[in-house]
């Protein structure tokens, strides 16, 4: 394969750095565990209520993925991009004028819809029709577009909750959001013309490679018949048990145990910006060992930090925490579907990676639910950091047992 970056400029380049923009969109979820507290003590809520009302995005989101791949083929990515950038504004707006339980709930099956528009269903697809040669780069800068969002917006929403309220925060946040990421979803994001497309298919100079190597490869049914089929569900079950629980009870945890909303706001985001380096090395460490590998450093990382989090108070081992979490979390975005190809082969990557996505429904949704509880019932994170870790140590072993399917 003939590497290089000669599809990655022009219109491509442009199209990349819009798709960017929109992933800002898709990362702005980053701040509710910054708000959390203030929003529970306000409206009289437990964590356990808040975390049970933002359940309902995983289910969005899974639901509503095939529905957006099917606009997106038949009306293209813009509709799609936009109409999922006006339902930011709305979703947060709710967020920000809510005063009963229920409307918190409409408002994340709004951003559940949002999230699946700006996420990698639609922005990704479109990506991948203007580049071929440099697609894992491109692709990598597109994803680094959530955790930018969370690098800005969370220390920028802490700084206007301390100063004017929760609501306010949020407000500005619909506004902002809106209008940073509407110009460039209208007026930059589209699809190629058949002209376009056929231009950078040129570029592809190992289709025919592709297209021999494809005969071998597995099918969703005979996927669905294999042990490493299973064992994927099964990591990616316990990496969104613990990272969506982590995504909502970190910042609350460390205010818990001393820090500051605005030094637990700037620590989180520090993690979620560590992501954007992940994803890029992520990319170029895979080329260069084999996808089982690379997983297992990801979730050996993954269990460390989540055996570090209850010790964050001891001197070094927040900054220790940050740095595996962060790295760990976004590397997963990249290496698993390159482990899903290496299991089955890329012919039907997409229809497979689906089917096994289905895992962030249990895992999404009971893992912040979970931590909560423990809080709720014990005043600490403690026992659900341990199980937690349990799983994170389970699930490295459980990569060991992964293989090529396709050998028979």
């Known amino acids: 394969m003939q590497l290089g970056y000669a599809d990655l400029r022009g219109r491509a380049l442009l199209v990349v750095i819009g798709a960017t923009m929109c992933q800002l969109g898709a990362g702005l979820g980053y701040v509710f565990g910054v708000l959390q507290k203030d929003i529970v003590a306000e409206l009289g809520w437990t964590r356990t209520m808040f975390s049970a009302a933002r359940a309902p995005i995983f289910l969005v989101i899974a639901l509503a993925s095939p529905i957006a ?3 997106t083929v038949r009306f293209g990515s813009r509709p799609v991009v936009v109409a999922a950038t006006l339902l930011l504004g709305a979703a947060y707006l709710i967020v920000a004028a809510m005063t009963e ?7 994340n099956i709004l951003i559940g819809l949002v999230v699946t528009g700006l996420g990698d269903v639609v ?5 991948a029709r203007w580049v071929v040669r440099a697609r894992g780069m491109a692709l990598g800068i597109v994803y680094c577009g959530s955790n930018l969002a969370g690098v800005v917006a969370l220390p920028l929403v802490a700084a206007v909750a301390a100063g004017r309220g929760w609501r306010a925060a949020v407000a500005a946040l619909a506004v902002s959001g809106v209008f940073v990421i509407l110009p460039f979803a209208a007026l930059v994001v589209r699809d190629p013309t058949a002209e376009e497309a056929a231009r950078v298919e040129q570029l592809d100079e190992d289709t025919a490679r592709h297209a021999t190597a494809a005969s071998t490869d597995l099918d969703l049914r005979s996927a669905v018949r294999t042990r490493s089929f299973w064992i994927l569900a099964a990591l990616l079950f316990v990496f969104f048990f613990y990272f969506i629980a982590m995504l909502e009870h970190t910042v609350p945890h460390l205010m818990d145990i001393g820090f500051s909303r605005v030094e637990a706001a700037a620590a989180f985001g520090f993690a979620i910006g560590l992501g954007v380096w992940s994803k890029l090395g992520a990319g170029v460490i895979a080329d260069r060992m084999r996808g089982r590998t690379a997983l297992a450093f990801d979730f050996a990382l993954l269990a460390l930090s989540s055996v570090l989090i209850s010790f964050a108070d001891l001197p070094g081992v927040l900054t220790a925490f940050l740095f595996a979490f962060g790295i760990a979390v976004a590397a997963r975005d990249v290496l698993y579907p390159l482990i899903v190809a290496e299991c089955f082969g890329v012919a039907c990557l997409a229809q497979i990676y689906g089917a096994l996505m289905l895992a962030l429904l249990p895992g999404g949704a009971l893992g912040p639910v979970f931590a909560a509880a423990v809080f709720d019932g014990s ?25 090529d399917e396709r050998a028979g």
């Open 101 to 107: 339980l229920w409307h918190f709930y409409v408002a």
């Open 69 to 71: 791949g099917t606009l």
């Open 379 to 403: 005043g600490s994170y403690r026992s659900a950091f341990a199980v937690f870790a349990t799983l994170n140590v389970a699930a490295l072993v459980a990569v060991a047992f992964l293989r």
């Open 123 to 127: 922005i990704g697809s479109v990506v």
